[in-house]
């Protein structure tokens, strides 16, 4: 099986993984815990913390373990609002947000807070003329993922870092679920101040995540319980986790995949160029490892179907969204075309892909498209 879905998760690491049972054989205890095997775990959970947070450039930052990018979000959003609210009342976040962003939004805005959506370009590009424009002297949080989960865009996150700060009071997040490990990111300069991490999308484990942030910082917590965390995120720690967490990412921070995910990525736009039939989403200011194409006319999912009895594994065009009949919203809001809609398929490369198999992609591609054809006739 070749697999080109890694946006969706990657295969996790064989050191990761004997890290994290190595973890739970000898630290099992409860790190709230009194006594001498507790100490041992707690102890184990703040070298995991400070370890990340030493990477990331911040080791006297905040951070707080969670059970991946979807608990990470909902707290940095519905966390800072709730607790910056004595500053103001508006918020504001894009058109092309990951569900547990634009759905923490909504959740807000039942709660009384107001929020404006930055429109994107049809390569998914925010404005930042139309991002300053937004921005108001009672603006207390400001959300704006790092790179697209469907289409790759990257955004200008340093840029909007810096017009936040020097016209506002707000604090900025990004899920940097997608960018981290393939991208720079970090809470120094001019960077967001709070981030979300992944585990499983970097070779770590599915259930780690984390939200990392400036010192200072502090969001109201949305789990109540017994206080962990420092009160921020109720509920039993788990120190293999945080161990397994912290392998990923050092792991991902020595990896360069970098040249030959970027080299992968224009050799298939230049190959699907020459079809009547498949248009790329490429945008200009894409992440290297993700390159999403349409097809004229069919559903993405007759090519992922295709692919798979060829032994390919793509996806449509984002895991979170692939059982839905209706085009996501990333594709509507980039304006695709009615007729390209329907047939968006994301290829996501890994570590651990290899030359040959773009080769065995492309030469599956071919076969497909001749199948098209054959059909059209």
């Not at 739970?24 to 995991?48: D, T």
């Not at 039993?236 to 945080?242: D, E, G, V, Y």
């Not at 059982?323 to 994301?346: D, F, M, N, T, Y």
């Amino acid at each position: 099986m070749i697999y080109f879905d890694n946006s969706a998760t990657t295969q996790p690491e064989e050191q990761i993984l004997d890290s994290f049972v190595e973890a739970n054989r000898r630290f099992f205890a409860n790190p709230a815990s009194l006594h001498k095997a507790g100490k041992e775990a707690e102890k184990l959970l703040e070298r995991s913390r400070q370890q990340i947070l030493s990477i990331l450039g911040v080791p006297e930052g905040e951070l707080i373990f969670t059970s991946g990018g979807t608990e990470a979000n909902n707290l940095a959003v519905i966390g800072f609002a709730h607790a910056l609210r004595h500053r103001g009342n508006h918020l504001i976040t894009t058109v092309v947000e990951h569900p547990s962003i634009l759905q923490a939004f909504a959740y807000l805005e039942g709660q009384g807070f107001e929020v404006d959506y930055l429109s994107v370009d049809r390569e998914g590009v925010i404005s930042i003329s139309e991002l300053e424009t937004k921005l108001r002297k009672d603006t207390i949080l400001v959300s704006i993922m790092h790179v697209n989960n469907e289409i790759g865009t990257v955004q200008p996150i340093e840029k909007c870092a810096k017009i936040i700060h020097s016209n506002s009071r707000a604090v900025l997040h990004s899920d940097t679920v997608q960018s981290f490990g393939k991208l720079p990111v970090s809470l120094q300069g001019d960077s967001p101040d709070i981030i979300t991490i992944s585990g499983h999308k970097i070779h770590g484990l599915k259930g780690t995540g984390l939200l990392a942030m400036k010192k200072g910082l502090r969001p109201q917590p949305i789990l109540l319980g017994g206080g962990q965390e420092g009160g921020l995120r109720s509920g039993t720690a788990s120190a293999p986790n945080a161990v397994a967490l912290a392998k990923a990412i050092r792991l991902t921070e020595s990896g360069n995949d970098g040249k030959r995910f970027r080299d992968w990525r224009k050799r298939l736009i230049a190959f699907c160029g020459q079809f009547e039939n498949v248009t790329v989403l490429a945008p200009e200011q894409g992440a290297p490892h993700i390159i999403s194409l349409s097809f004229h006319s069919i559903k993405g999912e007759v090519a992922v179907n295709f692919f798979q009895e060829n032994g390919i594994i793509i996806s449509t065009s984002s895991a979170c969204s692939s059982k839905s009949k209706q085009a996501s919203h990333v594709i509507e809001a980039i304006q695709l075309p009615e007729k390209w809609k329907s047939g968006v398929i994301r290829i996501s490369f890994g570590k651990n892909n290899k030359e040959e198999e773009i080769t065995q992609l492309e030469q599956t591609l071919v076969r497909f498209i001749e199948l098209l054809k054959r059909g059209q006739e």
